[in-house]
């Protein structure tokens, strides 16, 4: 088992990672997961809370910045869903992340490997606001992390923000740290007795899991399954947004804005096909 020193030693860059949490239960994540086609691990971190572990690394693959397919991801999960998302992610260089919440534009924050703040100050308030953090004990704490400290680095600040946001009821599961390798993070995942896998399965299965989806929160009339005028109108908007943002990820080879558009594309389809699926009585 690599150790703490292993994991920094010296001459070894740190290789990426990342970890998308989802403001809602396991039951709600799956379903719109699904439509990302990446194969991810899903488990439980705290309360209303969940968890996602890429296990493939687009990243490396096609060597597409961590950052912009966390981006892309985020933003594609948190406008098929009434959630909040909040992706963190690590590379040799930086670390930071990206909160998306509906439509609205992600905010997010960044950190040089030697921990030196390369963001705005002012996200750190939009972020605490969009969660409904403490205006004040909250807010303080996040401002910590964008003053110089020679004695953080970016793994250090990300464990920082995360102690600010056990505070909104996230705990990560046991052995699941920011800054392991994504290799390591799917592993220890794996391990976790609710842990569950997230894999397409293609589209006729993702529809079917799709409908049949539960979800008792408020915001219920608003997910396809629904079929209230509310949802409709929300497929719309969906499916006017996906287009032109799937063709600007086409023109800057995007696969992580590329996601996002089809998962809008994808999301819309199935609010606007409800009638016709599952008639209403």
Partial sequence: MPTEASRNAPGSAPAPGALLLCRAEPESVAPVALLLRERMLLTGAGEDWS????????????????????????TALAVGAPWPVLALWWDADRAGYTLASGFRRPVGYVWLANGTPAGEDEAMRTFAARLGLDPVLDVQSLDELTKPDP??????????????LTR??????????????????????????????????????????????????????????????????????QVAVGLPLTAWGVRRRSGGWIAAGALLLAHGALGLAYDVVRPRD
């Fill in 51 to 74: 968890v996602l572990v890429p296990e493939g690394t687009p990243w490396l693959d096609g060597g597409e910045p961590v950052d912009r397919v966390l981006t892309g991801w985020a």
């Fill in 151 to 164: 004695s953080a680095d970016a793994r250090t600040r990300l464990r920082g923000f995360l102690a600010v």
């Fill in 168 to 237: 909104a009821g996230v705990t990560l599961p046991a052995g699941l740290t920011p800054g392991d390798p994504a290799d390591r993070l799917h592993e220890t995942a794996r391990i976790h007795p609710d842990t569950r896998p997230v894999e397409w399965q293609g589209r006729r299965a993702a529809v079917r899991t799709e409908l049949d989806a539960v979800d008792t929160t408020p915001l219920a009339p608003w997910l396809p399954h629904s079929g209230t005028p509310r949802s409709r109108a929300l497929a719309l908007a």
